[in-house]
């Protein structure tokens, strides 16, 4: 890993992503610029389709290179992480294996900072018998752990935590609240979505047993590429029921016979990998893990700092929590009328996004000083738009 400082970060590395000849980018929470070198790799893609045709041994070779990237940056072994297409696949297939209609331990707690797709498939669960408890913020926005503890117990079989809220830009401390989990005997998964790429994540330090994102943000990629990491000792005794073939001891032996999925975290992978996806996922990792993870935290931290000084001169009420260790690369802050808000910093050619009443300012390895500046400027003069 790239030591802190790394050269790798702001203008040294802004010319590989061409938005920022004409825009302020900064929406990485919806999605990554793009690269030069992700356009090289979908043309990668598409060249060898066209000289060779099917090239189903490199396409697997290819997913395997998906799984290592995945692996190291989130301090798992290769064995450990399935290559899906979505966090709903890897979420799904957790919840397939769990015996929810059977014996006591049949409730999942979520919070309330959830994706929308975390929540209904813990909804849905409620078909086979599944119990759900939302765990709510408090009125400062925050979920401290105290509210995780008063809902988990020796019921518990799922609990599921956000590492960086979509909506606030919370960030929860998923150590404890794994810890807690274990206290009762259940398992704990991280939505890290709004992480991965931004936050040196370390799964083994964290003590989670899943951890699940994908590529289409802070990775810098495309739609349709995500992973799942498994603690690898309870793969044993995890059967996902929601599989397929690329997810079977021998992926080319095309038995129909029985189920026999792989030994380890590949029996969470399912049917024939997103390859166009993959091309484009290896190759955005490949930015960050050049950067490194540590350097580009660090580097989102400054100007997050930068940020909200500036948004505190104009009197704006930031929603995200001011210590850096509960927020990550998203700074969130209250609007009258934030569709109007958005719409108007777009004529300023600058790009953010929108959640509740809250603009949504993310910032990422690209992002430089000038941006944090530019978006102040503006916010200065919409700040009839600002709580
Ligand atoms: C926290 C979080 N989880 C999950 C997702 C997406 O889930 P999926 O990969 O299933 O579309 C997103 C954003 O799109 C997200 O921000």
Redesign the pocket.
């Given at each position: 890993m790239a030591a802190v400082g790394s050269a790798r970060v702001g203008t040294a590395i802004r010319g590989e992503f061409p938005i920022f000849e004409h825009t302020t980018y900064l929406n990485s929470?919806s999605q990554g610029a793009l690269s030069h070198r992700v356009r090289r790799a979908y043309e990668e893609y598409l060249d060898g389709w066209d000289a060779r045709g099917a090239e189903w041994e490199h396409w697997v070779e290819r997913a395997e290179a998906a799984r290592s990237s995945f692996a190291a940056l989130l301090g798992a072994r290769n064995e450990e992480v399935a290559v899906t297409t979505?966090?709903?696949?890897g979420v799904s297939g957790i919840v397939s294996a769990l015996p929810l209609g059977r014996g006591e331990r049949r409730k999942i707690v979520i919070s309330e900072y959830e994706?929308p797709?975390?929540g209904q498939i813990a909804h849905a669960q409620e078909l086979r018998g599944a119990e759900v408890v939302h765990v709510l913020p408090d009125d400062d926005g925050t979920i401290p752990v105290e509210r995780f503890a008063e809902a988990i117990d020796d019921r518990t079989a799922l609990v599921c935590c956000?590492t960086v809220s979509?909506r606030t830009g919370n960030r929860q401390d998923v150590a404890a609240i794994a810890q807690l989990a274990h206290d009762h005997g259940a398992l704990c998964l991280a939505?890290s979505?709004?992480a991965v790429g931004a936050v040196d994540l370390d799964v083994h330090g964290l003590g989670v047993d899943f951890l699940t994102?994908?590529t289409?943000?802070y990775l810098l990629a495309s739609a349709g590429l995500?992973f799942l990491y498994v603690r690898g000792d309870l793969l044993p005794r995890l059967l996902p029921t929601q599989t397929g073939w690329f997810a079977d001891e021998d992926i080319f032996q095309m038995d129909i016979s029985d189920y026999s999925p792989a030994a380890d975290a590949r029996r969470f992978d399912a049917g024939t990998p997103p390859v166009p996806n993959i091309y484009a996922g290896v190759a955005g990792m490949s930015i960050v893990q050049d950067a490194g993870v540590e350097a580009v935290e660090a580097h989102i931290a400054g100007l997050a700092d930068r940020l909200i000084a500036g948004l505190d001169e104009l009197g704006a009420v930031t929603v995200t929590p001011r210590d850096p260790a509960r927020r990550g690369p998203l700074v969130c802050v209250r609007s009258t009328d934030v569709s109007r808000l958005v719409a108007e910093l777009a004529r300023e050619r600058i790009v953010a996004s929108q959640r509740d009443a809250n603009l949504r300012i993310s910032l990422h390895l690209y992002n430089i000083e000038e941006d944090v500046d530019h978006v102040l400027a503006a916010l200065r003069d919409l700040r009839h738009l600002l709580a």
């Amino acid at each position: 890993m790239a030591a802190v400082g790394s050269a790798r970060v702001g203008t040294a590395i802004r010319g590989e992503f061409p938005i920022f000849e004409h825009t302020t980018y900064l929406n990485s929470c919806s999605q990554g610029a793009l690269s030069h070198r992700v356009r090289r790799a979908y043309e990668e893609y598409l060249d060898g389709w066209d000289a060779r045709g099917a090239e189903w041994e490199h396409w697997v070779e290819r997913a395997e290179a998906a799984r290592s990237s995945f692996a190291a940056l989130l301090g798992a072994r290769n064995e450990e992480v399935a290559v899906t297409t979505s966090v709903s696949q890897g979420v799904s297939g957790i919840v397939s294996a769990l015996p929810l209609g059977r014996g006591e331990r049949r409730k999942i707690v979520i919070s309330e900072y959830e994706f929308p797709t975390v929540g209904q498939i813990a909804h849905a669960q409620e078909l086979r018998g599944a119990e759900v408890v939302h765990v709510l913020p408090d009125d400062d926005g925050t979920i401290p752990v105290e509210r995780f503890a008063e809902a988990i117990d020796d019921r518990t079989a799922l609990v599921c935590c956000t590492t960086v809220s979509y909506r606030t830009g919370n960030r929860q401390d998923v150590a404890a609240i794994a810890q807690l989990a274990h206290d009762h005997g259940a398992l704990c998964l991280a939505d890290s979505y709004q992480a991965v790429g931004a936050v040196d994540l370390d799964v083994h330090g964290l003590g989670v047993d899943f951890l699940t994102g994908g590529t289409v943000k802070y990775l810098l990629a495309s739609a349709g590429l995500g992973f799942l990491y498994v603690r690898g000792d309870l793969l044993p005794r995890l059967l996902p029921t929601q599989t397929g073939w690329f997810a079977d001891e021998d992926i080319f032996q095309m038995d129909i016979s029985d189920y026999s999925p792989a030994a380890d975290a590949r029996r969470f992978d399912a049917g024939t990998p997103p390859v166009p996806n993959i091309y484009a996922g290896v190759a955005g990792m490949s930015i960050v893990q050049d950067a490194g993870v540590e350097a580009v935290e660090a580097h989102i931290a400054g100007l997050a700092d930068r940020l909200i000084a500036g948004l505190d001169e104009l009197g704006a009420v930031t929603v995200t929590p001011r210590d850096p260790a509960r927020r990550g690369p998203l700074v969130c802050v209250r609007s009258t009328d934030v569709s109007r808000l958005v719409a108007e910093l777009a004529r300023e050619r600058i790009v953010a996004s929108q959640r509740d009443a809250n603009l949504r300012i993310s910032l990422h390895l690209y992002n430089i000083e000038e941006d944090v500046d530019h978006v102040l400027a503006a916010l200065r003069d919409l700040r009839h738009l600002l709580a």
